[in-house]
DNA sequence: ATGAGCGGGACGTATTAGGTCCCTTTGGGT
DNA sequence: ACCCAAAGGGACCTAATACGTCCCGCTCAT
């Protein structure tokens, strides 16, 4: 359930107004929406079977049944002994009809008041809440992997950050089509996060997906500022952070201070440090403050604040309501082109907007 | 089920593709043209009973009853002790789906095909074949009707002839709105027809319905030459007859030759003549052979062929298979600007179009 | 090798859709 | 002024379909 400021693709035929649909085949929007939501679940969970999906949808086996076989007789999905899968008309469909569900659920307006509020160009808000159910982070990674998969040109160095959702984001990026003049880099150097979601590793996954090429960044944490900089001369780091600091596109994730804080095990001192100076967001090793002020960075090699200014996009990646008070800050801080949230993140920051406007 | 190339009205919200719609819930684009289906032929027949509208459409009572049930709920239509007729709504969702269905159902694209085939700019089609059910001439004729009221401006002097097709078009003349500096006039004087069709009579009905005035013009049929000179040289005709020939608007139906003279009980040797020289197609007074010549005029004053060349807007209505070769031969014999006719005209003329083309 | 999970089939039940008849009311024609 | 044909609304039984549930043979990843 996807995205909703994409510009839409051209229509072939002539529009059947939704509100007049309404009134004629109100049952039409129902149906509509509970086979576009399989198809979408099925995009996320393929190739699964039809309990499984049932359970996991909260629908009874057999009614689901019903919907899959319409599916799979239109030619949208395939059953194999696997699974259930897509068809690529089913994508295609998908694709065609994400747009208008976006705008049927009010996240098309959402997506505007959001990018008004933030000072934005592109917003795109994905259906539900990301710390909620878990599905919703796989689409934010998957709609943000398709935006970023449609702005990539020849010749880009894409700086990537670490971090769950941008992990998804790696994961969730259609294997169709390559890139082979597109490297991909992590932004900055070890961070404390655990493999998984480092920079380094969502590069090489990245660009396994897009068929380009990545270097990586071998700096390890918590190094001393003079050890660093002897580390930075290296002529062979050197060369690389010349790369990464002339990224054209930088792709990041945005995390809660404080949590981030706890996943990197910053000292307590570090952490008070950031208490005492209200850091709220954190986003590829800065923190910033509610005005989005940076308060405070970590001692690593990489991307710059600054150099945001060169790079062509910067796009961000967060959802979940917690992360809504982190994505204002951000979007404060420095220039971003595109935010990709979802429904939870996006209601709560306009609530708090027009709370604290309101108030003073 | 009206009509098909008239400007869409511009949408509020976004549109649902058709063919897309059609891929993800074709069951009910089904129950929309049913819905549509009904809507439109209470429109016709309004004030009318379950039964009597049951046993019209070939639908059994209690399946129709469900439908119109749920209509009436939806305000699209009302049910009094008369009857059940069209609320405000309905119409407004009548003339907004009647696009959309045209070109679900393909007429958009047939009335296209038969713009360029014949070279009329407007072509409108409508369903059904007049020729077999009564409802279709209905529909015609109302379909004409509001292209005709669309096109009205103040001063136009509307020419129209006679017929049972252009009666037709006066009974199903909207009542709402007033056009008070419009004119109605006969396009020629007596051809023979009988009182409820002849062109004097629907000039009346017409400027009664939309609320412009008329003029009658009395030339008994069957004069001679020289006669007929003489009356046209009175002052209180010959005022008339320059009224009529300075229309702004001219608005006809389209005869088969031989069908036309039997109606019109031509003599023996005139249907010699009509045959001799190959008429197919009968408007105003005049007889054409296939090719669009004229070949024979009926004695009587009024709008010459010439006249049309000083006309803003020549509109052409007719329908049924068996218009289909005079139709053909309208087109080819004057400027027409707008063309109403129905599915199985319009098929027809392509067929033998086609047909004709193929095999020289 | 094996078992968890897959699609497809089957079946009894619950719910809905559909055909038919009836009743009271009302509006238009005589 | 009257009357009757036709209107909408209600009721009821049957046919059809939708649904919940369980089972089976197969495949593929472990």
């Given at each position: 359930m996807g995205e909703a400021s994409r510009p839409i693709p051209a229509p072939a035929g002539p529009g059947l107004e939704i509100s007049t649909a309404q009134r004629i085949v109100p049952e039409l929007l129902d149906t509509l929406r509970a086979r576009m939501r399989i198809l979408h679940r099925i995009r996320l969970l393929?190739?699964?079977?039809r309990r499984a999906l049932a359970a996991e949808m909260g629908a009874t086996e057999r009614v689901l049944r019903a919907e899959v076989e319409f599916l799979r007789q239109q030619g949208l999905l395939t059953a194999g002994p696997a699974g259930m899968g897509l068809s690529e008309e089913g994508y295609a469909l998908l694709d065609q009809l994400d747009p208008v569900l976006a705008t049927l659920e009010g996240r098309t307006e959402l997506a505007a008041s959001l990018s008004r509020a933030l000072g934005i160009a592109r917003v795109t808000v994905v259906v539900g809440d990301s710390d909620e159910e878990p599905w919703v982070k796989d689409t934010l990674g998957l709609q943000a992997a398709s935006l970023l998969r449609e702005e990539l040109t020849s010749g880009d160095v894409v700086a990537v950050t670490g971090g769950t959702t941008m992990a998804t984001l790696a994961r969730m990026m259609?294997?169709?089509?390559?890139?082979?003049d597109v490297r991909v880099v992590p932004a900055?150097?070890?961070?404390?996060?655990?493999?998984?979601?480092?920079a380094n590793t969502i590069a090489e996954q990245l660009a396994q997906a897009i068929g380009g090429s990545h270097t990586v960044l071998h700096v390890p944490d918590r190094l001393g500022e003079d050890t660093l900089e002897h580390l930075m001369a290296e002529p062979m780091v050197e060369a690389r952070l010349r790369e990464i600091r002339s990224a054209t596109v930088v792709v990041h994730g945005i995390g809660s201070a404080l949590e981030m804080a706890r996943r990197r095990q910053l000292s307590e001192a570090e952490v008070a440090l950031l208490r005492e100076r209200r850091a709220v967001a954190e986003a590829f090793g800065y923190y910033f403050d509610q005005q989005g002020q940076p308060v405070y960075a970590m001692t690593t090699a990489g991307l710059k604040l600054?150099?945001?200014?060169?790079?062509?996009l910067v796009m961000g990646v967060a959802g979940g309501h917690s992360k809504a008070e982190a994505i204002a800050s951000a979007a404060r801080a420095y220039r971003m082109d595109v935010l990709v949230t979802d429904e939870a993140a996006a209601k709560r920051i306009l609530h708090a907007q027009s709370g604290t406007r309101a108030g003073r």
């Amino acid at each position: 359930m996807g995205e909703a400021s994409r510009p839409i693709p051209a229509p072939a035929g002539p529009g059947l107004e939704i509100s007049t649909a309404q009134r004629i085949v109100p049952e039409l929007l129902d149906t509509l929406r509970a086979r576009m939501r399989i198809l979408h679940r099925i995009r996320l969970l393929q190739p699964i079977g039809r309990r499984a999906l049932a359970a996991e949808m909260g629908a009874t086996e057999r009614v689901l049944r019903a919907e899959v076989e319409f599916l799979r007789q239109q030619g949208l999905l395939t059953a194999g002994p696997a699974g259930m899968g897509l068809s690529e008309e089913g994508y295609a469909l998908l694709d065609q009809l994400d747009p208008v569900l976006a705008t049927l659920e009010g996240r098309t307006e959402l997506a505007a008041s959001l990018s008004r509020a933030l000072g934005i160009a592109r917003v795109t808000v994905v259906v539900g809440d990301s710390d909620e159910e878990p599905w919703v982070k796989d689409t934010l990674g998957l709609q943000a992997a398709s935006l970023l998969r449609e702005e990539l040109t020849s010749g880009d160095v894409v700086a990537v950050t670490g971090g769950t959702t941008m992990a998804t984001l790696a994961r969730m990026m259609p294997r169709r089509g390559t890139h082979p003049d597109v490297r991909v880099v992590p932004a900055r150097g070890g961070l404390g996060e655990s493999a998984s979601v480092q920079a380094n590793t969502i590069a090489e996954q990245l660009a396994q997906a897009i068929g380009g090429s990545h270097t990586v960044l071998h700096v390890p944490d918590r190094l001393g500022e003079d050890t660093l900089e002897h580390l930075m001369a290296e002529p062979m780091v050197e060369a690389r952070l010349r790369e990464i600091r002339s990224a054209t596109v930088v792709v990041h994730g945005i995390g809660s201070a404080l949590e981030m804080a706890r996943r990197r095990q910053l000292s307590e001192a570090e952490v008070a440090l950031l208490r005492e100076r209200r850091a709220v967001a954190e986003a590829f090793g800065y923190y910033f403050d509610q005005q989005g002020q940076p308060v405070y960075a970590m001692t690593t090699a990489g991307l710059k604040l600054a150099d945001l200014d060169g790079v062509r996009l910067v796009m961000g990646v967060a959802g979940g309501h917690s992360k809504a008070e982190a994505i204002a800050s951000a979007a404060r801080a420095y220039r971003m082109d595109v935010l990709v949230t979802d429904e939870a993140a996006a209601k709560r920051i306009l609530h708090a907007q027009s709370g604290t406007r309101a108030g003073r």
